[in-house]
């Protein structure tokens, strides 16, 4: 018999349902090797990845936070630096601006600093944590906490999750059937995205966690 699909963890007092297969899974990020982007058509050569569309705030806070991160990126990581000093929000402060078909935080390929997010690459480069620079939604991803229903649960993002628009990407690089690419890592998610797990549940819920998906055999 195969493990249980979900288990439950107790996390701030809240009994929460914890997607296992996912968890478990051998799923990892492959932007700049093969991600093939969220656009309505598979395009791995531009390197967009998830960066097509801006990264929406979590609230007003994490706003003002971004905000101020972003005018003190020096240009050595930011190829949108110029750009940025009209302000890396948009019009109502709600998600990151849209410069040139894509996030303003995102380096192209060829940007001497480097490509990819240029608040990842700061905080790599200043010895940060990378969730300590981004969005949450970024740091985040693919990790999903969902509120929508009685009892909260931790799963991986799918399609519904962009509402209208899910229809519309490529491809979801979190749906195993669909994204067989992606699910190479040696590691499981759960130890691969320790730090953010952490971050999401806890110090003592994540190791609660880790113990019992460690205990989980799909052979069984």
């Known amino acids: 018999m195969k ?7 107790n996390v701030d ?26 656009d309505s058509e598979p395009d791995p050569e531009a390197g967009l990845g998830c960066c097509s569309v801006g990264a929406q705030m979590l609230d007003a806070d994490e706003a003002m936070l971004i905000t101020a991160i972003g005018k003190s ?20 402060n709600t998600a990151t601006r849209i410069e040139n078909n ?3 935080f995102l380096n192209r390929p060829d940007f001497a600093g480097g490509a990819g997010c240029a608040l ?10 990378p969730m300590d ?33 899910g229809h519309d990407i490529g491809w979801c690089c979190s749906e195993k059937s669909e994204a067989p690419e992606s699910f190479t890592s ?11 797990l952490k971050a999401l549940v806890g110090e ?11 205990k989980l055999d799909t052979n069984l």
């Open 73 to 92: 990126l020096p240009d050595k990581y930011f190829e949108n630096y110029l750009a940025a000093k009209d302000g890396v929000l948009n019009t109502d």
């Open 102 to 104: 894509a996030c303003i």
């Open 13 to 38: 007092e809240e009994v929460w349902l914890i997607d296992t297969e996912f968890l478990k899974s051998s799923w990892q990020c492959i932007w700049g090797n093969g991600c093939k982007g969220i």
């Open 204 to 214: 003592i819920a994540y190791t609660e966690l880790a113990e019992k998906l460690t």
């Open 3 to 9: 493990h249980p699909k979900s288990i439950t963890l």
């Open 133 to 165: 620079y981004k969005p949450s939604v970024c740091w985040q991803l693919p990790l999903k906490v969902d509120r929508s229903n009685t009892q909260p649960s931790l799963r991986s993002w799918n399609r519904s999750d962009w509402g209208d628009g």
């Open 120 to 129: 990842h690459i700061a905080a790599i480069s200043e010895d940060e944590q």
């Open 186 to 196: 040696q590691q499981p998610v759960f130890v691969s995205l320790a730090s953010e």
